[in-house]
């Protein structure tokens, strides 16, 4: 089942919000349904729940955001939304309780698989995390890759930084919206940082909730800012950043650093290449 997480469905809705269960009688708070031609531990198709939607609806398309394993029990379950991001796992627990207080589960969350096994040493997570955007904003520009139906690319774009987030904008018409639409999940490099990250398709750089991004773009990228982001199908997209490595030397002595976004901390793990 791990395998579907991050991934994109369509959630067939076979119980709407407010409807009442065939035979325990109690009534489904949220949409709930299954995943067509598919098999779960049951024999049946995989179920799977949807958050984030407040009317009954008869099918959804949506992301994989976590999995609920049944400790007791041979059926699993997805959870579904529209952003990767959008809950925890407290609140995924809060929101199937209705079903899902019956059995004794475990709730794996897309945002684990981000999550790397690191046996180094914790070092400072604010001063990596500075490094690592003040080396963002000083180069300007940073590779992008993306995927799509195992179609892997990569490109150079102009990119800002505000907070902690990396920001550029691009076209509806081109291929890398397409991919990010479909996939959110992104990967970028700029010198020897590795970043894992989620994107977002924002509005026209001119929409009011890009404010911050226009003002920046303009001052940074002032030639890109001149020949696009007026046009009509220019839109922003936002990265927020996962995971982030890098590769660094200490008197001759390689070592990689991590940044582990989700749970603010940093590691350093010493790399032996004499083997």
Known sequence: MEEYLGKKVVVV???PLGSKHPEHEFIYPINYGYLSNTVS???????????????????YEGYVIAIIQR???????????????????????????????????????YEDETRKDIDGELIEFDTLKREFL????????????????NRVTARSISCVVIDSKIYFQTDRTFLKYEQIKSNPNVALCVDNFQIEGYAKIKGHPFAEENKNFIEVFREIHSGSFNAYSHMENEVVIEVDPKFVTVWKYEDGQPFMEFLDFRNEKAYRKYYDNSK
């Open 41 to 59: 531990g049951d024999g049946e198709e995989i179920d799977a729940y949807v958050l984030g939607e407040f009317k009954p609806l008869e099918s």
């Open 71 to 109: 400790k007791d029990d041979n059926e699993d379950k997805l959870v579904v939304s529209k952003d990767l991001n959008m809950y925890n796992r407290d609140q995924i627990r809060a929101l199937v309780e209705f079903q899902e207080r019956f059995f004794e589960t475990e709730i794996i969350m």
């Open 13 to 15: 809705i076979d119980r």
């Open 134 to 149: 003040e080396l963002v904003r000083a180069k300007k520009f940073i590779v992008l890759a993306i995927s799509k139906d």
